[in-house]
């Protein structure tokens, strides 16, 4: 059963105080708990200062599996919303007895672009992650259809009750636990073989709050609930009128959840800061069951973690109140090509944006066009907008440069004047881009990108890993031509190279400030996000193959990775083996991040890989590969 609530806008209201959603007013109370011990709150004061529980969390075929009577009790305190759902591919496999051919044509086809997978309690962006256990495949013959990795059981939660009592439950009950928004999850955060998975896609509600205050900062405000996605807060952002917040670019993340508490950036970043930049409090659930708020005036180290620490390891976020501007914000952006291919190159339609034609030039021409586009990058990020610049092999030594820029508020003659200098030295590579116009669109448009481009799970897993690249490069063009080779070099193994510009520096984030984040010291220096991908699947690669696969791909990271020692990489959108993940991901941060985990967490409830304090634990895979498709145990010695 789903529970399907609508979104919430709510009037404009003055003053602050006690910012609760509804949902947020239902909570676990003790005479609920009563005899049911299995869902009593955890005591911070008592808990022992280092883990002292069982090395493995439960799994279904153990003897201390809870009960089918302790489930329907939990079912009960939840009002129904326990969920035990089955993998959606089993519909594609004849053994099964969800098998049915006409459903399996619609996961590979109309379902891939519709709310689908969005809306199902169990299915990611990514399947390799979970382990790969039942693909949607036309045909399956020799393949077989589990539950592997995906978690047994699921509170679809509709208040703060559900999500204090799946916390408690999987506390005492030795379960693991797993937290999924709407399955933006490049690493399988929110998989978990036998575990209870707590799902809050559907907590929805935004208000927009003219007169905020807090500490030093007074003025509009926004709360948002955690299953908010950004064209909802669009939709309520273009019925409000004069009023701007932070959203991600994908307009089917959920902005309340892992996008915020990892970073979160989007078309605003360089002008306005990270998702997280703008939190100026947070409702979370901790691992003991407690519901608490955290800002600079109360449980401020919690605040600093929520606020760039990663997703699924210090608590649950039912809501948060973030910064708002009281402004109508159009972005203006224009895309254009160049390709070494021969014939006709069709042209997508680039976020509304015009694209000119493209011009066809021959290899050096490509890549000398590409290094000054790399040089103009800065230009963007230091003028408030975001760039996108993408190198697509096309076989044959034949390759794809797609290029947009976006800036917001920009006058039009401003914008023609800001963007020219970029084609003239184009031209000056010998790709002369023709008559390239511009246009601009509201940044907050009613009804823009209900569902996701594409969602088709399965057969869009990549390999990929990512770099950011310092503000230093383009102090010094040796080392940022020696990036452009690296990057070539890339392409011509047939990778695909995508880079997008952007800048959160300490200044732009503003208060409450860089020094109260978890943020990644180094994406404060950054000019660009550089991914580079495998174009094929690796979800049905075998484990040796996968592992030839990655390692091929890490060494050519490792070329960006020495030309670029002093950053690091994006939390949200990183290798799963990324060395020295801590360093990587959170940089100086990270022993606080550490003190805070082991603070508010002494049960170590929470576990996603490659989160604060997860290098204490491993998943038992029998291929030994990098998935949740095993039980979760802690590392001997």
Known sequence: MRISQPLIFLSPVLGVGALNFQYEATQLTEQ??????????GNLSSAPSAYQGPRCKIQPEDADWPSE?????????????LLKPYPVGAACYPDRPEYNSTTCSYLLGPATTSRFF????????TTWGEGATCLQLHNTTGRTCTQGGFPVYVVNASSVRDVQAAVNFARNQNLRLVIKNTGHDFIAKSSGRGALSVWTHFLKGIEFLPEYSMDEYKGPAARMSAGIEAWEAQNAMADQGNITVVLSLEVTVGNGGGWVLGGGHGPLTSLRGLGADQVLSLNVVTADGRFVTADLNQNRDLFFALRGGGGGTFGIVTSMVVKAWPERTNIGGLTFYFTTGPGQVTIPSSRGYPAAAPVHVDTETFWKAYRAYLLFAKEIVDAGGFGFGDVTPQGNDTYVFVGTITLPNYPSDKFRAFYTPLFNALREAGVNVRNPNHAFLP?????????????PGAAADRLFISRLLPRGLWANTTRLDAVAAVNRRNAEM???VTTRAYGPSGVVAGYPGNTTSAVNPAMRDMVIHCVTFKQEPVDVLPAEQ????????????????????????YFNEADVLEPDWQRSFWGHHYERLLKVKRAVDPWQLFWAPNTVGSEEWEVVTADG???????????AG
């Open 32 to 41: 609920e708990i009563g005899d049911f011990s299995a869902i009593s709150f």
């Open 69 to 81: 009577e302790l489930w329907a009790r939990l079912n009960t305190t939840v009002g129904g919303s």
């Open 118 to 125: 969005m809306d199902d309690p169990l299915n990611a962006l």
């Open 443 to 455: 940044y907050a448009q009613r009804g823009i990108g209900v569902t996701p481009i594409s969602f």
């Open 494 to 496: 047939g990778y695909r």
């Open 546 to 569: 996968f592992r030839a696969e990655h390692l091929r791909l890490r060494a050519r990271i490792n070329e960006l990775v020495a030309l670029t020692p002093e950053s690091g990489t």
């Open 625 to 635: 590969l990098p998935t949740q498709n095993g039980p979760l145990c802690r590392k």
